[in-house]
């Protein structure tokens, strides 16, 4: 089966051990994305709701590079620090996905990076 490595400038750029996005089996499987400006590295907001806002956006920019968008996701996974958070993200969450949202999962963080609250990851048809 044949697979493709996405990769992007538009979204931040992970470590070498993993990639962005895989497109494998009519699929797009996006890494954990977490809320970091694609230019500058740099964590963005400092509220969950500003926080999975640009999650989203990076994990957008890497499904565009893939050939396919947020509207195909099929399936997401969202990692909290916090539970309590969980309100504020899902505030933010219901605007990107009104109607007819993903299958979701939750987590914890396994590891804290200083002012890091969430990072998602996803699965869209490619």
């Not at 999975?52 to 590079?65: D, G, H, P, Y």
């Not at 990692?79 to 979701?104: C, H």
């Amino acid at each position: 089966m044949a697979r493709d490595i996405i990769r992007t400038p538009n979204a931040p750029s992970p470590p070498p051990t993993y990639s962005q996005a895989v497109r494998a089996a009519g699929l797009v499987f996006v890494s954990g994305t977490g809320p970091l400006d694609p230019v500058t590295g740099k964590i963005v907001g400092d509220t969950i709701q500003e926080q999975t806002r640009q999650c989203l956006e990076n994990v957008s920019a890497i499904l565009k590079a893939a050939g396919t968008s947020l509207e195909r996701v099929v399936s997401a996974t969202v990692i909290l620090l916090e539970e309590t958070d969980f309100a504020g993200m899902n505030e933010e969450w219901m605007k990107w996905f009104p109607a007819n949202p993903p299958a979701r999962q939750g987590a914890k963080l396994p590891v804290r990076i200083p002012g890091m609250k969430v990072s998602i990851a996803a699965i869209a048809e490619a």
